[in-house]
């Protein structure tokens, strides 16, 4: 158990390579009611959001959830976060832990019009079930009594009266569900999942597994990979960044940077050969000289090889660059992968 954005969480139950295992394999489920949940809702709902965020909220169709950022006036990245609409005027934000202050103070700071947001992070839990028989235990728990949402959508339902919301997102590059609930339902629901998940070959997973399967596919860490200082583009997720909308907070800066580049990129990096587990911070050298360090590195559990992200000035940041990473003095051979590592295969939809 370690301290994880304020809250007590585990690192692994069994192990973390049985857990990782079990994610790619079969099902696993992770507690994530350490996540924030505000709910924005008004008549200047839209536009408020749109302002605040990067990607464009318009498009969202109700029952629809979006990968999105909320960004400093320099364009750095404050929060990475998905957002879901749950009614014409209604929406929910799922952002991280670590952040749940800092956004709901950034986003209070910029309030206008017919807009009400609300902050429930403390009352309500999460729940994220992961992998290729998600949608089988789906099916299973509802009993046909209920469709499962598609990729990115979410469905709402009550539960002996209570609302549930289930969306189908993820963070694993699995097929999944995120349940979001009354934190007073948490314990029974997490009971429930586990009872009903034993057929399907699911095991609780935590923060180790949840960390080395999102490095498999590339997932940027708030925190790690992502910062104040550090923009979607120079991320490589400008995908999520609509820059065809109106006006939003750090548009001016990402201008910029589109018209005139970026000094520095963030890459994928795989170990050549043998050598000892990555972690953040170890030296990223380039003919001898240090060029960075990495955000993120791991042992690749499916891979059987050290896995990492970091920052490298942007005339290296090409797929098939070599590097070297400097692990306790020694220094042992690395290049740039196409993302992600690890490409799931097709689960039953």
């Not at 994220?128 to 299973?140: H, K, M, T, W």
């Not at 339902?185 to 180790?208: E, I, T």
């Not at 939003?248 to 050549?272: E, S, W, Y």
Request: one cysteine or more; glycine letters at 12%.
């Amino acid at each position: 158990m370690v301290d994880f954005g304020g809250w007590h969480m585990p690192v692994q139950y069994g192990g973390i390579l049985e857990e990782h295992a079990a994610v790619r394999s079969a099902l696993g489920v992770f507690d994530i009611s350490h996540m924030g949940q505000f709910f924005v809702q008004g008549g200047g709902a839209l536009d408020w959001l749109n302002r605040l965020l990067t990607n464009n909220v318009a498009r969202l169709g109700i029952g629809e959830g979006q990968y999105t950022f909320l960004l400093n006036d320099a364009g750095g990245v404050i929060d990475d976060l998905i957002i879901y609409r749950l009614a014409d005027a209604d929406y929910l934000l799922v952002v991280n832990a670590a952040k749940i202050d800092e956004d709901l103070a950034w986003m209070q700071s910029h309030l206008a019009g017919d807009v009400v947001l609300e902050n429930h992070s403390a009352t309500w839990c999460g729940i994220a079930i992961q992998g290729p028989r998600a949608a089988q235990l789906f099916d299973s728990f509802f009993g046909g009594k209920h469709s499962r949402p598609a990729r990115n959508h979410l469905l709402a339902v009550q539960i002996d009266g209570l609302p549930y919301y289930i969306c189908r997102t993820g963070y694993t590059g699995e097929d999944g569900f995120e349940v979001f609930c009354p934190a007073e339902r948490a314990v029974k629901s997490w009971n429930d999942v586990l009872a009903r998940g034993v057929q399907f070959g699911l095991k609780p997973c935590g923060l180790g597994a949840r960390d080395t399967l999102r490095l498999e596919m590339c997932y940027p860490l708030n925190g790690s990979d992502l910062a104040p200082d550090r923009t979607p583009i120079e991320a490589g997720l400008s995908i999520f960044v609509d820059m065809g909308k109106p006006d939003f907070i750090g548009r001016a800066a990402l201008d910029q940077q589109k018209t005139g580049g970026v000094p520095r990129r963030l890459v994928p990096l795989k170990m050549v050969g043998a050598a000892p587990p990555l972690r953040s911070h170890y030296p990223v050298l380039k003919d001898g000289q240090q060029i960075g360090e990495l955000c993120s590195g791991s042992l690749s559990p499916t891979l059987k090889v050290g896995i990492g992200m970091a920052y490298v000035p942007t005339e290296f940041a090409r797929i098939g660059e070599e590097f070297e990473i400097d692990i306790r003095g020694r220094r042992y051979p690395a290049r740039v992968e196409k993302k992600p590592f690890y490409r799931p295969q097709p689960s039953d939809q």
